[in-house]
Structures are given as structure tokens and as C-alpha cells.
């Protein structure tokens, strides 16, 4: 079974530019997770689906961070512009149903570098 | 505000000594408790996690943690670590009121000599 993939691994990007990230999760996977991990700190949740509804965003700086889960599988995570301070990995999860009972299980993440 | 603290940022061992790496959480609810690790050039994979029942829970290639509710306290251990265990682990808490929302802690390196 294949995992959770994303794409690209590795980005390095000036200031002000914008980047997409993007990610397949594990086939039949509802819920789909993105977060952010910056240098030596762990993973921080900015935004959860199930399906194609973003049902926890509360994290996502709105100004210019943007997400979309199209037809509830792929998904995207835009930054518009972006700044210095957005570098970190950014992973993608996926699970099988919303609860913390159902693990979720994680990509191998996009690393961002910000000039 | 809800935490996870990791005390250690990083540990070294030798092969065949015992580990052990603390975690503690602030949040006075009831909560699910996981165990993650991350091997070099590996994705975020699950360790171990508690859910209810007995508090000592046996995770993946001989890890075991610990619930203690009295202090908020979830410690990882292994008896005897392999040069293999090398690897970040982080603790990671649900808080029953906020669904599949994972908060991580941030993380302790162990490096193992061989």
C-alpha cells in the first residue's frame, strides 16, 4: 500500500514569492491533515479535512496561507507571498475517519527555504 | 494553554543501556497519548499511543510508555537501546474535547554509539 505522498520534498524559494505544496493521501483516507514543523520543534497542526471541508483552520494564517481539497482527495497548500519566517517542513497526514483513534499516518514532508 | 513538554532535547547512549525520555503535558482533562519517532531520512511513523486501560502500554521493536495521571506524565522507555533506535521521538497529546487534533512536543534526538 502506498503511502502518503508529497511533493516536491524540497523547495527553495525568494521572499515575496508565492509556493504550492501538494499531496496525495493514503487511498481511502476522509481525513486529510497539513502541518507545519519549523527547526527543532515539533509538528503544528494548521489545518484538518474531512473530505472536501476544511473542518479545523484555526492555525492557517489566513493572509496567505490557503488551502483546497478538491473532490476530498488531493490537496494543495499555497503561501502568498511568502516570508523568511515560513521556512520549516511542511507534512501532510492522512487517516481514516477523524478520530485521534484512527492513526494518521504521515508523508515525508516538503522542506521550504525562504531567501 | 495546552503543552507538551519534552525534557531532553538530545541523548546520547551506548548501545545496551536502558532509555528513558520524559514527556509531560498540561491539560486537565482526559486525553489520548502517542508516542512518534522519526528515523533519518524516514517519514513521521507511530510508535505507541494510549488510549484507556492499563497504563503501561508495549509499543513497536520493544518500546514501552508509562500514563501516570498524577503528574501528567507519559515517559517512553526501552531496556536496552541498538544503535538502530537512532532516531527523533516526540510525545504527542489528544485532548478528548478537540477531536483528531494531535498537539507534538518538540522532539528529543537520541543518538546512539555503536
Known amino acids: 500500500e502506498a503511502g502518503v505522498v508529497q511533493s516536491p520534498r524540497y523547495k527553495i524559494i525568494e521572499k515575496k514569492q508565492p509556493v504550492a505544496f501538494w499531496c496525495n493521501p493514503i487511498s481511502g483516507h476522509n481525513t486529510l491533515y497539513w502541518y507545519r514543523q519549523n527547526l527543532g520543534q515539533g509538528p503544528e497542526l494548521l489545518i484538518r479535512y474531512e473530505n472536501e471541508e476544511a473542518v479545523d483552520d484555526s492555525q492557517l494564517p489566513k493572509d496567505r496561507f490557503s488551502a483546497e481539497r478538491l473532490k476530498g482527495v488531493d490537496s494543495t497548500l499555497k503561501i502568498q507571498p511568502a516570508e523568511l519566517g515560513d521556512s520549516a517542513v511542511y507534512l501532510c497526514?492522512?487517516?481514516?475517519?477523524?478520530?485521534?483513534?484512527?492513526?494518521?499516518?504521515f508523508g515525508p514532508g516538503t522542506r521550504l527555504t525562504v531567501l | 494553554a495546552q503543552s507538551v513538554s519534552q525534557h531532553n532535547h538530545h541523548v546520547i547512549l551506548s548501545e545496551a543501556a536502558s532509555l528513558e525520555l520524559g514527556c509531560n503535558y498540561s491539560y486537565g482533562g482526559t486525553v489520548n497519548l502517542f508516542w512518534y519517532v522519526q528515523y533519518p531520512g524516514q517519514h513521521l511513523q507511530l510508535l505507541l499511543k494510549?488510549?484507556?486501560?492499563?497504563?503501561l502500554v508495549k509499543g513497536i521493536k520493544g518500546f514501552e510508555a508509562e500514563f501516570i495521571k498524577s503528574k501528567f506524565s507519559f515517559n517512553l522507555r526501552k531496556p536496552s537501546v541498538q544503535w538502530s533506535d537512532t532516531a527523533e521521538y516526540f510525545c504527542a497529546v489528544n485532548p478528548y474535547s478537540s477531536a483528531s487534533k494531535i498537539i507534538f512536543g518538540s522532539g528529543t534526538r537520541l543518538s546512539i554509539r555503536p
Open positions: 494510549y488510549f484507556s486501560g492499563d497504563p
Open positions: 497526514a492522512s487517516s481514516f475517519g477523524q478520530s485521534s483513534y484512527n492513526e494518521q499516518f
